[in-house]
């Protein structure tokens, strides 16, 4: 069965510093792989999605995530953190049904 | 182009009783899911449907009903509200199961 572990419950980085939001993934077929972002009180909103093309891949508002099959991972990365930013991120894998399986979510907090 | 919208956005209800959440989407999707999201866990799929006239349950559907009378709109029943059906209840519609998902803002329900 498919599962997704985000290794992080809560991210503090200051203003202007990189990102770092772990993945890691088990699935027993090349899976579909996709990172959501949740602004407070809000909806979630597709941050970017890797469907088994190029394995860097960019998404909304500078961030990207690299898959590697062999650390079975999809860490979502960003150079310089934004006070927008505050928010939280979901890792999301779909399984071989194309169900959307949910990681836990990591709170990125963001010190000015 | 209103993408997802779920109403109402929010509700209280007193145990025992029944309701409606209703979604619709305006992007002619043949994929529409329910999702519950409870504090420190990830979304946990309700119910899904990949047509109008086809539902499935997915993790956590007892308590639940739905139906797909058209492809527009999915409505979301609570047969006899429980205090653990508190939680926020998001719709989200794809043009295929697997693809990238658009979210409504949310339904946060509250059963006393």
């Known amino acids: 069965a498919q599962s997704v572990t985000q290794l992080d419950s809560h991210v503090s980085v200051s203003e202007g510093t990189p990102v770092l939001l772990r993945c890691n993934y088990s699935?027993?077929?090349?899976?579909?792989l996709f990172w959501y972002v949740q602004h407070p009180n809000k909806g979630l909103q597709l941050l970017l999605k890797y469907t088994s093309a190029a394995t860097l891949v960019k998404g909304i508002n500078g961030f990207e995530a690299e898959f590697k099959k062999s650390e079975t991972s999809f860490h979502l990365t960003k150079p310089s953190a934004h006070m927008s930013d505050a928010a939280e991120y979901f890792c999301?894998?779909?399984?071989?049904?194309?169900?959307?399986?949910w990681g836990a979510g990591t709170k990125l907090i963001i010190k000015p | 182009n209103a993408g997802v919208t779920q109403t109402p956005k929010f509700q209280v209800l007193k145990t025992g009783q029944s309701m409606t959440l209703q979604c619709a989407q305006d992007?002619?999707?043949?994929?529409m899911s329910w999702y519950r999201q409870d504090p420190g866990m990830g979304l946990r799929l309700i119910h899904y449907s990949v047509g109008a006239g086809i539902t499935d349950q997915g993790e956590v559907p007892n308590g639940y009903n739905v139906s797909r009378s058209t492809t527009e709109d999915f409505p979301l029943r609570l047969l006899s509200a429980a205090p653990s059906q508190t939680s926020v209840y998001f719709c989200a519609s794809s043009f295929h199961q697997g693809r990238g998902y658009t979210f409504g803002s949310g339904t946060r329900l509250t059963v006393v």
């Open positions: 992007m002619n999707h043949e994929y």
């Open positions: 999301v894998v779909s399984d071989s049904n194309y169900q959307l399986i």
């Open positions: 699935s027993s077929y090349s899976p579909s």
